[in-house]
């Protein structure tokens, strides 16, 4: 079993493989301030109630492949894996990991490890030219090249940052439940909000989508439009270019970076 852990700013996911196949997810919030040993006895209670692995920490895991936006809890990580995991091949992405997937970036140390990720998975699954748009604490679009290369990207506020600042800058609004409205035309003050949100953002994925893919692809159609993070499904049913949806494409990526690090005997 593979274990696999990506970091975000917000949220942490992680995912266990049986092989290719995903067989059991959780979701858990990041917090910069966690040591090793609180995320190791985390990592236990939620292994610990799956029935493929046994009760002590790492029984049934057979690899571990990490990456992380947060510098501090890639450090505590790659603790745990030396003090809880010694025995276990892992794979922490970072400068000098075999990814597959050249970086055509001014600096590509700069890209952050879950954009590189979502590009390996995107160009393994649907080939190239494509754009990953990846709904985290930042709206995220990367582009992948016909030749499968990464070639550039766009970052903007997310959901969840611009609801906050409308409810923290607003004299008269409040945060809100992330929601579609009733209609287009609010009613009231929170569906208002909402449907700026919601139809806001629908809006500018297809504008930016639709300027990158002239960009990557004489025949902008030609290009794949795939959908990730945690609130993917909010603009999914809103958005007119959005090809694929795929809410594990960063953990799919861990996993195939893990299998071209790690030798197989």
Not at 168 to 183: D, F, H, M, N, S
Not at 247 to 261: K, S
Request: net charge negative.
């Amino acid at each position: 079993m593979l274990l696999t852990i990506d970091v975000g700013n917000t949220h942490t996911v992680l995912g266990l493989f049986d092989g290719e196949d995903i067989v059991e997810h959780w979701r858990i919030s990041t917090d910069a301030r966690r040591t090793a040993d609180e995320l190791a006895v985390l990592l236990q209670g939620l292994m610990g109630m799956h029935p493929l692995l046994g009760d002590e920490l790492g029984d049934g895991i057979d690899g571990i492949a990490i990456c992380s936006t947060v510098p501090s809890v890639l450090h505590e990580l790659r603790e745990v894996t030396r003090r809880y995991y010694g025995d276990v091949p892992a794979v922490l992405v970072e400068p000098g990991i075999k990814t597959g997937v050249p970086i055509l970036m001014d600096n590509p140390k700069e890209v952050g490890a879950d954009r590189i990720i979502n590009a390996v998975a995107a160009v393994e699954l649907y080939g190239g030219p494509a754009i990953v748009v990846d709904f985290g604490t930042a709206t995220t679009f990367d582009a992948v090249s016909a030749r499968g290369e990464y070639a550039g990207g766009v970052i903007a506020p997310g959901i969840e940052i611009s609801v906050e600042a409308l409810g923290v800058r607003g004299a008269q609004l409040r945060k809100i439940e992330i929601a579609r409205p009733r209609t287009v035309i609010g009613k009231n003050t929170v569906e208002a909000m909402q449907s700026g949100i919601i139809y806001g953002f629908a809006g500018q994925v297809d504008g930016v989508v639709n300027r990158m893919a002239r960009e990557l692809s004489e025949d902008p159609d030609d290009v794949t439009v795939i959908a990730t993070g945690g609130l993917a499904p909010m603009v999914l049913g809103e958005s007119s270019v959005i090809d694929e949806h795929e809410p594990w494409l960063t953990l799919i990526g861990l996993r195939l970076v893990y299998e071209r690090n790690v030798s197989r005997t």
